[in-house]
């Protein structure tokens, strides 16, 4: 049973940069197709999704967001990390690190389990 | 980018009545080399994280009873809650797996009259 959990600054000011860890833990044997999302959820946008990190490093984007958004890992942790320069108060919202889904040996790109997500004000 | 939009934006139904969520994509999420439609529903309650329900329009995650029912093809789909239960308060989102951006729909609220 996959768990999930996030971590970081509750307030970053305006133009800095946000750095949030993901910190997975029960992983399955099946490491090698482990794909780890970040998403958010602001009163603007809803869900967005942000990110998303292979465990052989292929990383991809929001096509709106990718000039500012880094996704990396620390397999050593068990951890993904994302930043998101030039932070700004529209940043604001719940941040959500999040495992793509498996069905049998076919992995897929829905989201679960999601962690409980961390709140970020940029104020 | 791929653009869902559900319908309604919310509904307020009796319990055990049927409740009937829409999504619609600007584009097909119908996958031909597989015969699969890549859509997925989550039920998010207040003050918790979505938890999935649906994947490949119509499959059923692990744990999620069976009224709830996915359906649905190519750029129209439907999420079904029959025999409502107190329970099912949330916001329901559809997202498309298909391709990178993965997008979401703009989400519905479902409550209980």
């Known amino acids: 049973q996959v768990t999930l959990k996030e971590s970081g600054p509750a307030l970053v000011r305006p133009s800095q940069t946000l750095t949030l860890t993901c910190t997975l833990s029960g992983l399955s044997p099946d490491i090698n197709k482990l794909r780890v999302s970040w998403l958010r959820q602001t009163p603007g946008k809803a869900l967005e999704w942000l990110a998303r990190?292979?465990?052989?490093?292929?990383?991809f984007y929001s096509t709106s967001l990718k000039t500012r958004l880094t996704i990396s890992k620390d397999t050593s942790k068990n951890q993904v990390i994302l930043t998101m320069t030039d932070m700004d108060p529209v940043d604001t919202g719940t941040y959500f690190c999040a495992r793509h889904g498996v069905a049998g040996a076919t992995g897929g790109n829905w989201f679960d389990p999601w962690g409980q997500g961390v709140l970020v004000t940029v104020s | 980018d791929f653009v869902l939009t559900q319908s309604p934006d919310s509904l307020a139904m009796s319990l055990g009545e049927r409740a009937t969520i829409n999504c619609k994509s600007s584009?097909?999420?119908?996958?031909?080399?597989?015969?699969?439609?890549?859509l997925a529903w989550y039920q998010q309650k207040l003050g918790q994280p979505p938890k999935l329900l649906i994947y490949w329009a119509s499959t059923r995650a692990s744990g999620v009873p069976d009224r709830i029912t996915g359906s649905g093809s190519g750029t129209d789909f439907t999420l079904t809650i029959n025999t409502l239960q107190a329970e099912d308060v949330a916001v329901y989102y559809c997202q498309q797996h298909f391709s990178t951006p993965y997008t979401f729909g703009q989400g519905t609220k479902l409550e209980i009259k």
């Open positions: 584009q097909t999420v119908f996958n031909g080399l597989d015969n699969k439609n890549y």
């Open positions: 990190i292979d465990w052989d490093d292929d990383k």
